[in-house]
């Protein structure tokens, strides 16, 4: 099978991640700053802990997303099988990468509808970015796509960093609000809202919740750089077809490109923000994902406001060094981490850590 160039990329994003550094260099996630109140009088017995949450109508054991990775040619489908795999016997919730692929052509349907195949009880989401959403008439092409993986959510991720510094990327941002808005109004599921690793601000999220939107994930700075991403993909690509609107594809040296590989704002920071805007919105869910890579990041983004957490970077590559095993391994981990912060707060419940309080490191 001829891969097309947005197949060719999505495998080179997932290469790249896997294979180079493209971590934040100069910026951390913030969780580094902030600590719990030790509870050395905890006064719970550690088995009677109970992690589960409820994401999108379905009981889960962990406040815990494997987030929207990939998806759209032909080694996607073993990715996405072993990620749901994974998510099924943690009993997690799982977001797909975006669909863009599936809805131009139906050959690349099969790496996504494996997903609840291989996992048909856990909340799954389905993924699209939002320069196409800002081009739907209506929302007949996102329907056939949350029937394929029979999706509990719909997310629309929100990428203009990235698409700045892809060679071919699409920088009219114009009319997303809109397209997000028109989902919001007509899909049958809840629409999700994500940053892939630049954050959201309070004024982005205020604005996005008066369109209809339930679930904010910030998606903050501090983990995977897309735009390091880009950068790299750029090097290993210096000439590169046109962009997809025909135009020709932006010559930015490689010196200036790396001046926006630490752009964005940290986990922490959006999170603190976004979270302020549930005093007017308390039926608002939030996500925090960027840089989350053990159990008491997890613990401490629910202490901080958020409801649940999420990441990819970590288990695909734990899934690419081990297999699932590995990855159920790292989860298994972070539950323990996560469930170890629980007992020294004396948090017998996830909505207990909610209240516990963090201190800033002086």
């Known amino acids: 099978m001829k891969m097309t160039r947005t197949s060719s990329r999505k495998q080179q994003h997932v290469n790249i991640s896997l294979t180079k550094d493209v971590a934040f260099r100069a910026k951390s996630s913030g969780f580094d700053r902030w600590d719990f109140l030790h509870n050395a009088l905890p006064e719970i017995n550690l088995s009677d802990i109970d992690s589960s949450a409820v994401f999108l109508g379905k ?13 759209g040619y032909a080694k996607a489908e073993q990715i996405n099988r072993q990620l749901a795999e994974v998510c099924a016997q943690k009993k ?29 009880d856990i909340p799954v989401f389905g993924n699209m970015g939002a320069a196409e959403v800002s081009r ?25 960093l990235q698409e700045f510094l892809q060679p071919e990327g699409e920088t009219n941002f114009s009319g997303v609000l809109d397209g997000i808005e028109l989902l919001a109004k007509a899909l049958p599921v809840p629409v999700i809202v994500k940053e892939i690793g630049a954050g959201i601000s309070a004024e982005v999220a205020r ?88 159990g008491i990041h997890c613990a401490k983004s629910i202490a901080l406001g958020a409801d649940f957490t999420a990441s990819a970077m970590s288990v695909l590559q734990a899934l690419a060094h081990g297999g699932t095993a590995s990855a159920i391994a790292l989860l298994d981990q972070w539950e323990w981490e996560l469930k170890g912060a629980m007992f020294l707060t004396g948090s017998c419940s996830i909505a207990e850590l909610q209240k516990q309080r963090l201190f800033l490191r002086t």
Do not use: C
Not at 59 to 71: A, D, E, N, R, Y
Not at 93 to 98: D, E, L, N, P
Not at 232 to 245: A, C, L, Q, T, Y
């Open 59 to 71: 009981k889960v054991s962990l406040p815990f997303i494997i987030s929207s990775m990939t998806g």
């Open 92 to 120: 997690i919730a799982m977001g797909v990468g975006s669909q863009r692929q599936a809805s131009e052509n139906t050959r690349y349907h099969r790496s996504f509808s494996v997903v609840r195949e291989a996992a048909p």
């Open 136 to 160: 739907l008439r209506d929302a007949s092409s996102i329907l056939r796509l949350i029937d394929l993986i029979q999706a509990d959510g719909f997310a629309v991720h929100l990428n203009p």
């Open 207 to 294: 604005r996005l919740i008066n369109v209809g939107v339930s679930i904010i994930d910030v998606a903050g700075a501090g983990g995977t750089s897309w735009a390091g991403v880009e950068i790299v993909r750029r090097r290993m690509e210096p000439e590169m077809k046109p962009r997809r609107n025909g135009a020709p594809h932006k010559k930015l040296k490689h010196s200036n490109a790396e001046l926006f590989w630490d752009w964005g704002i940290p986990t922490v920071d959006a999170l603190k923000s976004v979270s302020l805007l549930k005093n007017d919105s308390p039926s608002l869910k939030i996500i925090a994902s960027g840089g989350i890579s053990n």
